[in-house]
């Protein structure tokens, strides 16, 4: 008997002696999202957790697998919605409100939600790209407006994407109907009697028809990112010292786009959900996404890559249009912009 109790001790101290097993935290994100591992082990081995990543479509179908998900959530935090969907994830009430203190390091242009159930964690500025190199040869100015686009020097030399499946499409689309108000289709119809091309998504686009891609393809010029011409110097297959492709970034050409992340709803590991999130704003996770996702750190303490200053360019002045009003119009827009170019 006495013999049964000393091991029933023994076994009771080496249970408690033990490490807990590390929780699971599941982050839900888009297709596009990237970052280090090492900086995820980080994470993970200073808060005795497993984060997995939950990849789940593009945003538009993320969201919805989120909303339709609400009263048992797939994941604890959500990353990814941007300002062109961020209405419609407040209006579902998929998040609950956090006030990381992380945001103070966070400038109030990018704070959207007032409540701080979406917390901003990227921008990048959505712009026409252009090949460097064709506009040389053949002794052609780079147009620097809308109306530019539309003249007969450029016929054909531009490819965009559809804004009802593509986000950038949908950025570019944007941009437009700010500059131009209500007469947007009018330009849109401009563009068409023009020559422009639509193509469904981004990778089309940028990888087929964008001539100063792999592709080669007939079009000098691409919707694209202000940071894709210091993509083109990072996977470039010889070191380049300058990039083959820049920007446009006059006034109101560039639609920004900016990247939130929330705690769902319902979720079962709170506090954990609360550090990730403070993790995302921190400056080791901020200062990694710039050579993974290609998009700019929203903690003004965060250093930029080498690359991206010296390549990637910022629109000082992009696009005036508020996430409410493209929440209210964003359907009927695109529906518009369909008809005229069908």
Wanted: proline share 6%; glycine share 4%; hydrophobic share 45%.
């Amino acid at each position: 008997m006495k013999k049964h109790t000393l091991i029933t001790v023994y076994c009771l101290l080496l249970s408690a002696c033990a490490p807990a097993s590390p929780a699971t935290l599941t982050i839900m994100t888009h297709d596009s999202f990237a970052i280090s591992e090492d900086v995820v082990t980080a994470f993970e081995q200073a808060n005795n957790v497993d984060v997995v990543f939950l990849a789940s479509g593009d945003t538009g179908t993320m969201l919805n697998k989120a909303i339709l998900a609400k009263d048992a959530p797939l994941a604890d935090v959500m990353f990814g919605v941007d300002n062109t969907f961020l209405s419609r994830a407040l209006e579902a009430d998929i998040f609950d409100a956090y006030q990381s203190p992380a945001l103070s390091d966070v400038p109030a242009e990018f704070i959207l939600d007032s409540s701080n159930r979406a917390l901003p964690v990227d921008y990048g500025d959505v712009c026409i790209n252009y090949d460097k190199k064709y506009f040389a040869e053949n002794n052609l100015a780079v147009p620097q407006s809308f109306e530019d686009l539309a003249k007969p020097e450029y016929s054909g030399l531009l490819v965009v994407q559809n804004p009802a499946t593509s986000s950038p499409g949908l950025a570019f689309m944007l941009a437009t109907r700010a500059y131009f108000g209500d007469g947007f289709l009018d330009y849109w119809q401009s563009l068409k009697d023009n020559g422009v091309v639509v193509v469904d998504g981004w990778e089309t686009a940028y990888y087929t028809n964008f001539s100063a891609s792999s592709g080669k393809g007939p079009q000098p010029m691409v919707v694209s990112y202000a940071s894709s011409p210091a993509a083109e110097v990072v996977f470039a297959a010889e070191p380049l010292t300058e990039s083959p492709t820049a920007s446009i970034v006059a006034p109101g050409m560039c639609f920004r786009q900016v990247e939130f992340v929330g705690i769902l709803k319902n979720g079962q590991n709170r506090d954990l959900a609360e550090k990730f999130v403070d993790f995302m704003l921190g400056k080791q996770f901020q200062e990694d996404m710039p050579l993974n996702m290609f998009v700019y750190p929203v903690n003004q303490s965060a250093q930029l890559p080498e690359v991206f200053m010296q390549y990637a360019q910022v629109a000082s002045q992009p696009a005036a249009i508020t996430y409410e009003d493209i929440a209210a119009n964003r359907d009927a827009w695109i529906e518009a912009w369909n008809e005229v170019m069908k």
